[in-house]
């Protein structure tokens, strides 16, 4: 009986796939002790998301004074232009060897210069897929020419010869 249960379940596990009945998952959570509320963010706080030089991540709650905050006992730079927003809620990604953070607008305007940008590669990639449906439809119009030509060959022979 339990053998046919677990059939019957993997089974009910295989329609679900194929149909898209998905069970969600759990998304990531910001720890509890890193989580700024409403309140917190009409004080200025934020959250920080600190990367060591160990390559580990530490998540801290901290003000933002003056565009300043004080973090391990180092005054570190919060201009505005580096804070992002997390399930609307102010975010900074912050390594541990620098004072200033990490920001959005700096790291995008080095990937324009550098040439690492993928904006123009986006739009290389939608003129490559056209070009390629194009040569498709025209492979299928004739395809189905000589497929008509074939059947009316036969239907010529079957009255000649019938």
């Known amino acids: 009986m339990e053998k046919e249960l677990t059939n019957m379940e993997r089974m009910d596990e295989k329609i679900d796939f194929l149909i898209g009945n998905k069970k969600d998952k759990k998304g990531f959570k910001i720890p509890f002790r890193a989580r700024v509320s409403k309140a917190n963010c009409k004080k200025n706080y934020v959250t920080i998301l600190r990367v060591n030089e160990n390559r580990n991540v530490n998540f801290e709650k901290v003000q933002i004074l003056d565009q300043t905050m004080m973090v391990d006992g180092i005054p570190r730079l919060a201009p505005a232009e580096a804070i992002l927003n997390y ?76």
Request: charged share 15%.
């Open 87 to 162: 399930k609307n809620k102010p975010f900074m990604i912050l390594p541990s060897w620098s004072v200033e953070p990490f920001s959005p607008s700096e790291n995008y305007k080095t990937s324009l210069t550098n040439g690492s940008n993928s904006a123009g590669y986006r739009l290389l990639l939608a003129r490559m897929q056209g070009e390629a449906i194009k040569l498709k439809k025209k492979i299928g119009g004739l395809g189905m020419s000589i497929g008509a030509l074939i059947i009316g060959a036969l239907i010529v022979y079957a009255l000649i010869s019938g």
